[in-house]
């Protein structure tokens, strides 16, 4: 798309923080989400999932529950089969090892929670307690519990999967060695980020309804995903796609979790058509935490070197990947580790480079997206050997990024990974970053804190985050997928705007922003603009996804919009007797550009194309609907930053955030509310990652933190003042100049956090490498120093 297809939007609505129209039902209750979902004749399914991390099951007995009042039916993984051998999971790349996951296991078992039984029953607690009554047999085979017996081991985690190897990746092998051994200071470690859960507020939930006198079939499903979904389904199911529909409700919250197909949607599906009724399945917290996709565990081992000046002469990066039992479909493994080296390097210059990625099996619940992907671990581990360097050279954190940033004149930029940087504030977002602290005041303050025998830290992060992720994007990260979107613009006879499109919400306020779009391409209100979204028969989409709902929105609004517009600017042409490209549409009039008061009201020139034909040019068509698809040309790049001061309390261990801060660039913002709601719900997230959370498992493969009494997640105690700065650099890339900016706040956030806990342990001579960085592990660190307060 070229500049010349930018200009059409003329921000009136866009740029200010309009009212979210979701609220009002959202605050009353009023809002539907898939639990909501009650229908005639509705049937409940619970899944019975498996107490053992991996072996095999030698028999089982159903009978018992399948004689339970209430309850309809109960299958086995061996029913199952028969009607759909599996979720296969797998890349178009050489040497990239699929999976295929059982719908429910019926042999080998490769991690504990995984489905082997189910039961259907008139409600909820009927179903549950049928499964109490299933008897289990199993064989148990040795456990694979971490990606360093995974290398190490002979025994395999899934037997499906040799060498316990998904993937590995020599991605680039620069001579790296040689600038290490030339470098005026080298800094290294080994960084472990936590495998953690999205915990999205409302848990995962699938309603099915099969009709057998049409044979369609009908699904309600809390996914960010539903055309995907849909085609999906039907191929696995070998069920016809024009007769499957997948409605997606008000979703609370996806973060990425509910961008899957998921077995139990499968299943609820063939339950369905079994019984001819509808099938519920709904999870509750325990059971989200036990089988939803995890995320971010990895293990980054990564070396920089700088020159005296503090720039960066060189990186190496070696990461793996604790994928699970099993590749998630659509991302597969390589969601993390793999994508996250690729843009490790992207705010800064770095001239040599060595990235290297393993993806490994064990027994546990399979790794997915979560918002920031694999991007966090890799941003983490480079800020905090920043800030080592900078401390080695005797410079300041801000001076160092400062050096090493790239600047106006570099752009375009090829990194070495071959991503062209076509833009981005780096520079500058150091600068307002540096300014919004005030360094030299933190300084006077740290001082005078160690004197009293507290330890503050500063932290910093400076990123960049792909955005409107489209096929050029996922070509670039591995990913050999087509994606694109559309979206229907229609003006009604009134004159009001209905826009239909394949983008979901999953409590992002996108009912509001893409009406805010549609109004500014014709330059109504926005209160005269209605958004239909949530069923596969609106659009096609490929998901809310990556950042991209923004700039998908802006692309197949505006284009549709402009197709409508050409034929709106032809008939006021005639009647204002004026040119076609000399009419502007704003302020609800349409009329002569330069000249408002010659002009007519919106609605009135809608009412002549509708109703009025001797208005019409020849040959004229005059349906005022149009459908345009859209997928960005190039990566679309956000920037910004964040920054973080913490307390460590080397006594107790605990860490206090103190204050946040974060710089944003997504181009012309939509709304700043919406965005900075974004930002401050990524922060929260970013803090309980690097501080309290942590999915662990026992040597048994057992999860032993299954409630959230024991997975901790971040309380408004646990989240300070967020203090927030915009910078505004429209992409020529997207109508309207916009860019996304939905997961920044969990790329970059991250690394602050962690970085202002090692700067506040530096003075000690202590680091923290393994997160989160809980008060056991910072006493034990403490401890180990043979230090106290």
Same mark, same amino acid.
């Given at each position: 798309?070229?500049?010349?297809?930018?200009?059409?939007?003329?921000?009136?609505?866009?740029?200010?923080?309009?009212?979210?129209?979701?609220?009002?039902?959202?605050?009353?209750?009023?809002?539907?989400?898939?639990?909501?979902?009650?229908?005639?004749?509705?049937?409940?399914?619970?899944?019975?999932?498996?107490?053992?991390?991996?072996?095999?099951?030698?028999?089982?007995?159903?009978?018992?529950?399948?004689?339970?009042?209430?309850?309809?039916?109960?299958?086995?993984?061996?029913?199952?089969?028969?009607?759909?051998?599996?979720?296969?999971?797998?890349?178009?790349?050489?040497?990239?090892?699929?999976?295929?996951?059982?719908?429910?296991?019926?042999?080998?078992?490769?991690?504990?929670?995984?489905?082997?039984?189910?039961?259907?029953?008139?409600?909820?607690?009927?179903?549950?307690?049928?499964?109490?009554?299933?008897?289990?047999?199993?064989?148990?085979?040795?456990?694979?519990?971490?990606?360093?017996?995974?290398?190490?081991?002979?025994?395999?985690?899934?037997?499906?999967?040799?060498?316990?190897?998904?993937?590995?990746?020599?991605?680039?092998?620069?001579?790296?060695?040689?600038?290490?051994?030339?470098?005026?200071?080298?800094?290294?470690?080994?960084?472990?980020?936590?495998?953690?859960?999205?915990?999205?507020?409302?848990?995962?939930?699938?309603?099915?309804?099969?009709?057998?006198?049409?044979?369609?079939?009908?699904?309600?499903?809390?996914?960010?995903?539903?055309?995907?979904?849909?085609?999906?389904?039907?191929?696995?199911?070998?069920?016809?796609?024009?007769?499957?529909?997948?409605?997606?409700?008000?979703?609370?919250?996806?973060?990425?979790?509910?961008?899957?197909?998921?077995?139990?949607?499968?299943?609820?599906?063939?339950?369905?058509?079994?019984?001819?009724?509808?099938?519920?399945?709904?999870?509750?917290?325990?059971?989200?935490?036990?089988?939803?996709?995890?995320?971010?565990?990895?293990?980054?081992?990564?070396?920089?070197?700088?020159?005296?000046?503090?720039?960066?002469?060189?990186?190496?990066?070696?990461?793996?990947?604790?994928?699970?039992?099993?590749?998630?479909?659509?991302?597969?493994?390589?969601?993390?580790?793999?994508?996250?080296?690729?843009?490790?390097?992207?705010?800064?210059?770095?001239?040599?480079?060595?990235?290297?990625?393993?993806?490994?099996?064990?027994?546990?619940?399979?790794?997915?997206?979560?918002?920031?992907?694999?991007?966090?671990?890799?941003?983490?581990?480079?800020?905090?050997?920043?800030?080592?360097?900078?401390?080695?050279?005797?410079?300041?954190?801000?001076?160092?990024?400062?050096?090493?940033?790239?600047?106006?004149?570099?752009?375009?930029?090829?990194?070495?990974?071959?991503?062209?940087?076509?833009?981005?504030?780096?520079?500058?977002?150091?600068?307002?970053?540096?300014?919004?602290?005030?360094?030299?005041?933190?300084?006077?303050?740290?001082?005078?804190?160690?004197?009293?025998?507290?330890?503050?830290?500063?932290?910093?992060?400076?990123?960049?985050?792909?955005?409107?992720?489209?096929?050029?994007?996922?070509?670039?990260?591995?990913?050999?997928?087509?994606?694109?979107?559309?979206?229907?613009?229609?003006?009604?006879?009134?004159?009001?705007?209905?826009?239909?499109?394949?983008?979901?919400?999953?409590?992002?306020?996108?009912?509001?922003?893409?009406?805010?779009?549609?109004?500014?391409?014709?330059?109504?209100?926005?209160?005269?603009?209605?958004?239909?979204?949530?069923?596969?028969?609106?659009?096609?989409?490929?998901?809310?996804?990556?950042?991209?709902?923004?700039?998908?929105?802006?692309?197949?609004?505006?284009?549709?919009?402009?197709?409508?517009?050409?034929?709106?600017?032809?008939?006021?042409?005639?009647?204002?007797?004026?040119?076609?490209?000399?009419?502007?549409?704003?302020?609800?009039?349409?009329?002569?550009? @330069? $000249?408002?008061?010659?002009?007519?009201?919106? %609605?009135? =020139?809608? !009412? #002549?194309?509708?109703? *009025?034909? &001797?208005?019409?040019?020849?040959?004229?068509?005059?349906?005022?609907?149009?459908?345009?698809?859209?997928?960005?040309?190039?990566?679309?790049?956000?920037?910004?930053?964040?920054?973080?001061?913490?307390?460590?309390?080397?006594?107790?261990?605990?860490?206090?955030?103190?204050?946040?801060?974060?710089?944003?660039?997504?181009?012309?913002?939509?709304?700043?509310?919406?965005?900075?709601?974004?930002?401050?719900?990524?922060?929260?997230?970013?803090?309980?990652?690097?501080?309290?959370?942590?999915?662990?498992?026992?040597?048994?493969?057992?999860?032993?933190?299954?409630?959230?009494?024991?997975?901790?997640?971040?309380?408004?105690?646990?989240?300070?003042?967020?203090?927030?700065?915009?910078?505004?650099?429209?992409?020529?890339?997207?109508?309207?100049?916009?860019?996304?900016? @939905? $997961?920044?706040?969990?790329?970059?956030?991250? %690394?602050? =956090?962690? !970085? #202002?806990?090692?700067? *506040?342990? &530096?003075?000690?001579?202590?680091?923290?490498?393994?997160?989160?960085?809980?008060?056991?592990?910072?006493?034990?660190?403490?401890?180990?120093?043979?230090?106290?307060?």
């Amino acid at each position: 798309m070229g500049k010349s297809e930018v200009a059409y939007i003329r921000p009136k609505s866009i740029g200010v923080s309009v009212p979210r129209r979701e609220d009002p039902g959202l605050l009353t209750g009023r809002a539907r989400y898939v639990a909501d979902i009650v229908l005639p004749d509705m049937l409940h399914a619970a899944v019975l999932r498996s107490p053992i991390a991996h072996g095999r099951i030698t028999s089982i007995d159903v009978a018992a529950a399948a004689a339970m009042p209430g309850v309809v039916l109960v299958w086995t993984g061996r029913d199952v089969r028969e009607r759909c051998s599996g979720l296969p999971a797998t890349m178009d790349i050489p040497g990239f090892v699929g999976t295929v996951q059982p719908v429910l296991a019926d042999d080998e078992i490769c991690f504990a929670g995984e489905g082997i039984a189910v039961a259907v029953a008139t409600t909820r607690a009927l179903a549950e307690d049928a499964l109490e009554a299933i008897i289990v047999d199993f064989e148990d085979y040795p456990i694979i519990g971490d990606v360093d017996t995974a290398k190490a081991a002979d025994n395999l985690a899934n037997a499906k999967v040799p060498r316990n190897l998904l993937y590995y990746s020599d991605r680039l092998s620069d001579d790296v060695e040689t600038a290490f051994a030339q470098a005026a200071a080298k800094v290294e470690g080994c960084f472990r980020t936590p495998r953690v859960n999205a915990s999205p507020m409302e848990p995962r939930g699938f309603v099915a309804r099969y009709e057998w006198t049409t044979n369609t079939l009908t699904c309600w499903s809390a996914t960010q995903m539903p055309n995907l979904i849909k085609t999906l389904l039907a191929m696995f199911l070998n069920f016809p796609e024009q007769n499957l529909e997948v409605i997606t409700p008000f979703v609370g919250g996806g973060f990425g979790q509910k961008a899957h197909l998921h077995t139990e949607e499968a299943l609820a599906c063939l339950l369905s058509i079994e019984l001819g009724r509808p099938v519920s399945w709904i999870e509750d917290r325990q059971e989200n935490l036990l089988r939803a996709p995890q995320a971010k565990q990895q293990v980054n081992e990564m070396t920089m070197a700088f020159d005296a000046e503090g720039r960066i002469l060189a990186m190496r990066d070696s990461v793996t990947t604790d994928a699970g039992a099993y590749n998630t479909i659509p991302w597969t493994a390589l969601i993390e580790g793999h994508s996250g080296i690729l843009v490790a390097t992207d705010p800064y210059r770095v001239p040599a480079l060595a990235l290297e990625s393993y993806s490994l099996v064990t027994n546990k619940c399979p790794i997915g997206a979560y918002r920031g992907v694999g991007f966090t671990g890799p941003v983490l581990a480079r800020e905090i050997l920043l800030d080592r360097g900078a401390r080695a050279l005797g410079i300041s954190p801000f001076e160092i990024r400062r050096r090493n940033v790239l600047r106006k004149e570099d752009f375009p930029y090829v990194s070495r990974v071959g991503h062209t940087i076509r833009e981005g504030t780096f520079l500058e977002t150091v600068d307002k970053l540096e300014a919004m602290i005030d360094y030299p005041a933190f300084l006077e303050r740290q001082a005078a804190a160690r004197k009293e025998g507290r330890y503050l830290g500063l932290g910093l992060s400076i990123f960049s985050e792909p955005t409107g992720i489209g096929t050029r994007t996922m070509h670039f990260l591995d990913s050999p997928i087509t994606s694109h979107d559309t979206a229907t613009v229609r003006v009604e006879p009134t004159g009001k705007v209905t826009v239909t499109t394949g983008i979901v919400t999953a409590g992002q306020g996108h009912h509001t922003t893409l009406a805010q779009i549609a109004a500014d391409a014709f330059g109504i209100p926005v209160e005269d603009v209605t958004i239909n979204m949530g069923s596969t028969k609106h659009s096609v989409g490929f998901g809310t996804v990556a950042s991209r709902s923004a700039v998908i929105g802006a692309g197949t609004i505006g284009r549709a919009s402009e197709m409508v517009r050409v034929k709106m600017r032809a008939v006021a042409a005639r009647l204002l007797q004026a040119e076609p490209d000399d009419i502007e549409m704003s302020e609800g009039m349409v009329h002569v550009r @330069g $000249e408002p008061g010659r002009g007519m009201p919106f %609605a009135q =020139v809608v !009412g #002549a194309i509708y109703f *009025a034909d &001797a208005t019409h040019p020849e040959d004229f068509d005059p349906a005022l609907e149009a459908t345009a698809a859209y997928d960005p040309a190039d990566i679309i790049l956000a920037n910004g930053g964040h920054a973080a001061i913490v307390e460590v309390d080397i006594e107790t261990g605990l860490v206090r955030v103190e204050r946040m801060y974060a710089v944003e660039d997504c181009g012309q913002m939509i709304n700043p509310t919406v965005v900075e709601g974004q930002i401050r719900g990524g922060v929260a997230q970013g803090i309980g990652m690097i501080l309290l959370e942590e999915l662990i498992y026992d040597a048994n493969g057992q999860l032993v933190t299954a409630t959230l009494q024991d997975y901790l997640l971040p309380t408004a105690d646990d989240v300070p003042d967020i203090e927030i700065a915009h910078l505004e650099t429209p992409s020529s890339l997207v109508p309207g100049g916009i860019k996304g900016m @939905g $997961e920044s706040a969990m790329i970059s956030s991250p %690394a602050a =956090v962690a !970085g #202002a806990v090692n700067d *506040a342990l &530096a003075c000690l001579g202590i680091t923290i490498e393994q997160f989160p960085a809980s008060p056991q592990r910072i006493f034990d660190a403490v401890s180990a120093a043979g230090l106290s307060r």
